[in-house]
């Protein structure tokens, strides 16, 4: 039968449970003697045991008839959910602040509105200790509610207090979510369309970026406004390539977290992205020496006994430190040392977290995989990675990466000798290339000369390198087009077939040029 274990959110919940998780989840459910055969537990053994979802040998094992099925798990699902919500309640903030505010409303509605206002006082203090103004919104509103109804005489001129509270609140929020909605908006636009080619596309990012950034007083802004606005920023300059202001930007995002530490437990994903950010800058200015100072850190910090992060963060923390530990190693050409050292591991963890990557960065962790692999000779094991990023077609993968998978395949199975059906692969690649909008001109020097490569001789390749080393070179420096060699370093690669070198050999000579000229 054909797993169908994505499309049933129940059995992929009860897969993703730790052990823990179970044991504290049969706890809760047995908690009351009537449970202990409730058919809801049968179900969840049975769903347990289950390798993938098969309903059929579901409803033989489970003691629930078809009709009863889709109630019956649509009740466990809510059990778990409320399992899992106690046993995370003490770890989060948020979690214990709608708790909070829950148990006001029931006090509320028992009539016991002196304690409901000193429930909602105190859950308001930690949230603005947090920042956190949709919730502290959620409180006052509810102050409101029980202040217009009853005379509690709590404090003189309550009524404006919370009038005002909540007019400071509202501007507060749109100002924050103004940052946010241009921040994943700037996202999206670099998704749909990459970097910036040209003069043209630069001015048309810019025009919006411009018309959607508020007016504002850096000195009034709050936590999560700072956080977004830099966010925001870090995706202008990104898309823009402009690396020295966005290096700023993704500094001033990091040091936001050092001037509140204590705000990496709450903000945490964004506090990991501000990191994996920094380090991607770095990269590509080629900052090495600061690039491992700050990956050094953002280890330490990972490692840090008060530090703590749940299932989404450790998926954020596994993509950043590898994503990050590859770069390393392309940065110095030692390839084979980043297969030999990094691969196993990688490799394993990889395995069980590939069902929770997005599109996007699954194809960027394999094609950065597949680079390595290149990097080190292994060619087969590059273009079966290469396979993995060409496959994931469709909204969420930029097509620049689509189109770098394509050339480093042909590149790959040239240097792998796989070339029985080389012209039809170049055939085919070439039909799927020139359909992608605006490519770089970097792209389009590689596609014309794959599409001639199979109809050149043996002892004609050399000086064909050396004329297309020529006319990249001069793209290096170009301020669009120079960030295409970091997706694939092709004038290193011609540069090793030229001088019959291996590429490594190439790139780990630069990189020594490169440090003997900065310390000098």
């Known amino acids: 039968m054909i797993p169908t274990s994505k499309k049933d959110f129940l059995f992929e919940l009860i897969k993703n449970l730790s052990p823990a998780e179970k044991r504290s989840f049969k706890l809760f459910a047995n908690r009351l003697e009537a449970n202990q055969e409730a058919k809801f537990i049968q179900l969840f053994d049975v769903m347990e045991k289950l390798e993938v979802y098969d309903e059929e040998a579901l409803l033989d094992k489970a003691p629930v008839t078809r009709k009863q099925l889709a109630n019956m798990k649509s009740h466990l699902y809510k059990q778990v959910l409320v399992s899992l919500r106690l046993i995370y309640a003490d770890r989060n903030v948020e979690l214990q602040l709608n708790e909070q505010i ?163 437990k709450v903000a945490t994903g964004n506090y990991l992205k501000s990191y994996h950010y920094l380090l991607d800058t770095l990269f590509y200015l080629g900052h090495y020496e600061k690039f491992t100072e700050v990956l050094q850190l953002f280890k330490d910090n990972l490692a840090a006994a008060d530090f703590q992060m749940d299932d989404n963060c450790r998926l954020l923390a596994f993509l950043y430190v590898y994503s990050n530990t590859l770069n390393i190693h392309f940065m110095r050409g030692e390839f084979s040392k980043g297969v030999n050292e990094i691969m196993p591991q990688l490799t394993k963890e990889m395995r069980k977290l590939e069902n929770k990557l997005d599109v996007h960065h699954q194809a960027v962790l394999h094609y950065k995989i597949a680079c390595l692999y290149f990097g080190a000779g292994e060619n087969l094991h590059a273009i079966g990675y290469l396979d993995k990023v060409i496959k994931r077609t469709g909204v969420g993968l930029s097509e620049d990466l689509q189109c770098f998978a394509h050339i480093l395949k042909l590149i790959s199975s040239y240097e792998a000798g796989l070339d029985e059906n080389l012209d039809i692969q170049i055939r085919n690649v070439y039909k799927v290339l020139v359909k992608m909008d605006d490519l770089h001109q970097v792209q389009r020097e590689m596609i014309s ?72």
């Open 102 to 264: 829950d148990f006001a409303r029931i006090l509320y509605n028992k009539g016991l509105y002196m304690q409901s206002l000193k429930l909602l006082e105190k859950a308001k203090h930690t949230a603005n200790q947090y920042f956190l103004d949709t919730i502290v919104l959620r409180v006052v509103e509810l102050e409101k509610v029980i202040e217009s109804q009853h005379i509690t005489r709590s404090m003189r001129n309550r009524a404006e207090t919370l009038s005002s509270q909540a007019d400071e609140l509202v501007v507060h929020v749109t100002k924050k979510n103004t940052f946010s909605n241009l921040s994943l908006q700037l996202y999206g636009l670099y998704l749909k369309t990459g970097y910036v080619k040209d003069e043209e596309g630069k001015k048309r990012v810019e025009a919006f970026y411009y018309s959607n950034m508020p007016e504002f007083d850096m000195q009034q802004l709050g936590f999560y406004e700072k956080l977004y606005l830099f966010q925001a920023q870090v995706w202008f300059y990104h898309i823009t390539q402009d690396f020295p202001l966005c290096f700023r930007a993704s500094q001033r995002w990091v040091d936001l977290f050092d001037e509140y530490p204590y705000m990496r």
């Open 449 to 520: 000369f794959i599409r001639q490569l199979g109809q050149i001789f043996d002892y004609q390749l050399k000086m064909a390198f050396i004329d297309l080393r020529e006319k990249l070179k001069p793209f290096e420096s170009h301020p669009y087009e120079k960030r295409a060699f970091l997706y694939l370093d092709i004038v290193s690669w011609l540069e090793s077939k030229i001088e019959n070198r291996s590429v490594q050999e190439i790139i780990q000579e630069k990189f020594r040029e490169k440090m003997k000229a900065i310390e000098k």
